[in-house]
């Protein structure tokens, strides 16, 4: 069976609540920003799947997901940062740790 | 009115006083401990000098057109305005009587400064006294010179405020608080009357401007006469209303009955100051304001002049007799003041606006001058007497002739001038008064004459009482009668009481401009001055020297005296009205509905936030996650809601 629309956006969709499981669960930073990324590629998926199989002749969609792809590349750096940062300053990348900067 | 740009040096007569208030309110302690004194004196004395050039060229050089004084402006600035038409402006307004306040109110003013500096020497807090007399001064001026109705009413109350701070100057007194709280209370409610009749009369007449308003409301037949006679209140004309209204704003700061009660309590303040404000200048503030709006209540409302007439005269007999009783000195004064504004203000209500007809108003401004001089003087004796027996009490005074020489003889020519005896300048100016009288309203007259009678024998009651009476003994007296600034303000005023009856005093001020002579008869004279005479001499024979009639009399009249010694019950009265009605019955249910009900509903919503927000608090964690739900929530819902509405 040839893959349609509908496999795709089942594909996008699942991504996107694995990447919302994960965000909510997991304690680790770094696993938590890996999940962020899993939730920008359904959002990609989206947009690619969209403009392959509802406006053929148009590249709207893949332009978008190229300044997705850049723009989550330089919020990986940010966090990754921010992250470097907090393992500093507490030996430990828990998201819990982090509750006490908060004031 | 021609606006001439070379005058506008007038508005430092009232500046330059406020500047000193403005640099001892603020710098006094720290730099001007002791010079403060000093330079408030050099700024009124500049203040006097210009207000001399001011009446100099007023008077003889550019205020008569066609032999007519004409009102001058100044200086004329919109401040607010609200409409085309409707503007609330500051301007200054020069006409004759705005011109004689502004000579007796510096004048009477630059002897009170000058008094002080050895008077409260040594006070702990005698720049803030400076300032505050500076600002009094000020709001003095300010209110003479207004050229509106309401700028009048703004200066009016900055007046209110320094009495108030003036008689409250001794604040570790509890009766000095009380009599500042009483002032500014009484005061202040009748200035409520002031400003509903303002509304109504600026209402009608359709603007503030005192020239416009009177030529307007003075005018039968135009549209605003004709408005504010036209509608009416309890069968009564808007004007009329107006006007009396007005009138009890004036009569609440000139000390008329019933809103007398605060002017005897207001000698706690320190007596210079008494002579300034409460006898001299403020006090005079009501008739100055009655005499401003001369023209709409002589041609408008002849009523309320009639009114005016009979308070101002009653007043003046009740003040009268309960000053025969009183043994404080300055309290003596205090009603001797009450009484003389009784005069005053009936002088004006039994005038009429022009010619002959106007020699009540010429003769009413012209007493405010004289008793401005001798009262100050009075007052500046009493407070030598009082500096140097360290008592207001005449039971401590007594045969002080042979210690203080100077205050004896400037004293005693004070009491014949108050009391009427030629050539001093009281006897002009009452004999032009009484003549008022006995042309419009015999009743008036012949109480009058009464009253002078009182008045010089409680005058000379208070002068024997001081000066005479018995040997003085007194252990905390000290030394000498005074240094030169204590005695110098009341040579220069007694010469004042001598010599100011013979100034032509209608050539100046008068009713409608025009030069009125004064007439006086000798045959007219006689019954007053010997009425006078005749008060002067049983003061003699119950006062010169020590001995029992007065207690004999007292005793024979005790009803009388009794009550006019608790100046028959006013102040009681006014306790049972306010204790008895006003707090149970006002007081108490608004005191409950703002407990209760106000308060209530305050404290209401605030424990009803902090209910809410005690449940919500838990929310804000502070950890990334449950944030990270709380969002997805609120996604969640809101992409079902557009859902919702989209497939709807």
Known sequence: MEPGLYHLLFISTALFFIGVFGFLTRRNLITMLMSIELILNSVCLNFVAFNKYVWPGELDGVFFTVFIIAIAAAEAAVAIAIIINLYRSHRSIDVEVAGELKG | MNAMPATIYIILIPLLPLLG???FGL???KYFKTSSGLVSIILISLSFLLALYTAYTYFFILGRTDGVYQAIKPIQLTWLSFTQALSIDMGILLDPISVMMLLVVTGVSLMVHIFSLSYMKGEERFPIYYAFLGLFTFSMLGLVLSSNIFQIYMFWELVGVSSFLLIGYYYDRPSAVAAAKKAFIVTRFADLGFLIGILVLSYHAQTLDFQTLIQRLATPGTVQFSSAVGSGFLGISALTWGLS????GGAGKSAMMPLHIWLPDAMEGPTPVSALIHAATMVVAGVFLVARLFPVYSISAPIVLRMIAFIGVFTSLFAAIIACTQTDIKRVLAYSTMSQIGFMMFALGVSG???EDG???????????THALFKALLFLGAGVVIHYVHSNEMKDMGGLRKQLPVTHITFLIACLAISGIPPFAGFFSKEEILMAAHEHEPLVYWLAILTSGLTAFYMFRLYFGIFWSKPFRNEHAHGHEGTFPLLAPLVILSIGAVG????????????????????LHVGFSVLPVSVGVAGILIA??????????PDRIASAWKGLYRSAYHKFYFDELYMAVTKGILFPLVGKPAAWFDRNIVDGAVNASASLTQGVSDRIKGMQSGRVQPYAVYFLIGVLLLSFFLLYIWIR
């Open chain 2, 353 to 355: 606006y022009s010619g």
């Open chain 2, 540 to 549: 003699f024979w119950l006062y010169q020297t020590k001995n029992d009639r």
């Open chain 2, 500 to 519: 100011a009856g013979f100034i032509p005093f209608g050539h100046f001020v008068s009713a409608d401009g025009r030069i009125l002579e004064m007439p």
């Open chain 2, 21 to 23: 208030f403005l640099i």
């Open chain 2, 359 to 369: 020699l009540g108003y010429a003769a009413s401004q012209f007493h405010l001058f």
């Open chain 2, 245 to 248: 209204l007005v009138f009890m």
């Open chain 2, 27 to 29: 710098f006094g302690k």
